[in-house]
């Protein structure tokens, strides 16, 4: 990218945005220059652009933004979910001349070419995005300067054999079914959150190991403010090294990737059902939740992207906008709690705790008879709205109440020890009772 000294703007260069069904969108380069490939989904997030692109969960996924401008806040300091970048490429309709915030550190631009990042803007979004609606989410690839091929920026459109020699490259991307990345942005050694805000300094109310398959850093900071101590483990985590913990709770946490691959992850989370240790996963931890219950899991047609999802909570009736990133989900029964298929029901019984408004996907789960629930949805808010925030609450009072269970002599973990007015095992009740943190339930967000 160069400049125009007499307007001080960016001069951009040509380049091709090719989609693996030969569908092919002429635009300018956005931020580093080269080629990238990888996974086209769209993102319909108003906001939060620098939360997007630090979240790990779209590793190895090229990300369209519907909103039309992008970069005005520019970049700064705080608003990272992680140390670095992880979009594999980035496409927007307008970009910003220059950023606009008391906040901002740096341009957009620039951090994305700074961390090599090859983009595409002056595109129809719009076109674009109805395609990957219709067609579903596909493999794509970038070009622009040295590699976009000879023809490419011909006046009357890029040549056949440019599109060609595109497309060849789009189509030896592996697919995203089937990818096992949760090893590829994991932390490589585990560290420790200590509670924060009006806990800092105090004991722990409680003690979780948080597998990081992807984690964003406002989760851990989320328990943290509750008095947690936060123990963020790598993916390769084994289930011995979590007991030597003694945790009071286990979390698994959002990551990019199909989790029908996640064998390892799958075979600690059992070990940690097995042992009756309270469990909440989102995302891609809910994912792993229902497959080591023993249900199925299948890949979305474009998935679920964005900050202004509709979920039914199915306990209290409410509905609640949340934040998204998923393109799997839970192949599990709807109408009705259903035993657990895994080992002949060996976790007992299981429900659909929320639903996806749009289009009926199961966005959480809650076991009957053990202390584990999940949600598909992103309860952290980062960025997002903070409708789901109260989930971290519930997590709390049932280590708590699962905890005050077993000293009081209670053996199995389930529905008798959580001191709840239901007996259910995850700590949630239909009557408004105080929480562990002084949060009210649920049922009074």
Not at 61 to 69: D, E, L, M, R
Not at 153 to 167: E, F, H, Y
Request: hydrophobic fraction near 40%; aromatic fraction near 6%; include cysteine.
């Amino acid at each position: 990218m160069s400049a125009d000294p007499a307007a001080g703007l960016p001069v951009r260069g040509p380049a091709l945005l090719v989609l693996e069904d030969g569908y092919v969108l002429r635009g300018r380069a956005y931020g580093a220059t080269g080629r990238t490939v990888g996974e086209i989904v769209f993102n319909t997030g108003m906001t939060g652009y620098q939360e997007t692109l630090t979240d790990p969960s779209y590793h190895r996924q090229i990300v369209v933004q519907t909103a039309p401008h992008i970069g005005n806040t520019g970049v700064n300091d705080e608003d990272p979910e992680s140390g670095r970048i992880w979009v594999a490429g980035y496409v927007v309709r307008d970009p910003a001349r220059r950023a606009s915030s008391w906040r901002a550190r740096r341009e957009l631009e620039d951090e994305l070419a700074d961390a090599g990042v090859v983009g595409v803007c002056e595109v129809d979004t719009r076109a674009l995005t109805r395609r990957l609606r219709e067609r579903g989410a596909m493999r794509a690839g970038i070009f622009s300067g040295e590699a976009l091929p000879a023809g490419a920026d011909d006046a009357a459109g890029p040549s056949r054999a440019a599109v060609d020699i595109c497309l060849d490259a789009v189509r030896r991307e592996p697919r995203m079914a089937g990818q096992a990345l949760a090893a590829e942005v994991t932390t490589p050694e585990g560290y420790v959150v200590e509670p924060s805000g009006d806990f800092a300094g105090a004991e722990p109310v409680a003690v979780v190991a948080a597998i990081d398959l992807g984690i964003k850093a406002r989760t851990p900071w989320q328990l943290a403010e509750r008095g947690v101590r936060v123990h963020v483990l790598p993916q390769s985590t084994t289930l011995a090294e979590v007991l030597a913990l003694h945790p009071d709770g286990v979390f698994f946490s959002n990551g990019p990737g199909d989790p029908g691959t996640a064998v390892s992850e799958i075979e600690l989370l059992r070990g940690v059902l097995d042992a009756r240790i309270p469990f909440f996963g989102i995302c891609l931890g809910n994912q792993l939740f229902g497959r080591a219950l023993g249900y199925g899991t299948y890949k979305l047609g474009y998935g679920h992207r964005g900050v202004n999802q509709p979920v039914l909570d199915r306990a209290t009736g409410r509905v609640e906008i949340t934040a998204h990133n998923h393109g799997f989900a839970v192949d599990a029964p709807v109408d009705e709690p259903s035993l657990a298929p895994y080992d002949l029901g060996r976790y007992g019984r299981v429900e659909v705790s929320h639903v996806g408004l749009n289009d009926g996907v199961v966005e959480g789960l809650r076991a009957l008879d053990l202390p584990a629930f999940s949600v598909q949805y992103h309860p952290e808010a980062a960025a997002g709205p903070h409708d789901g925030e109260h989930l971290f609450d519930r997590f709390v009072r049932l280590m708590r109440a699962h905890r005050e269970g077993a000293r009081g002599g209670a053996t199995d973990g389930t529905a008798g020890a959580t001191g709840e007015t239901t007996g259910r095992a995850d700590g949630t009740a239909p009557e408004r009772t105080a929480g562990a943190t002084g949060e009210t339930t649920p049922e009074e967000h």
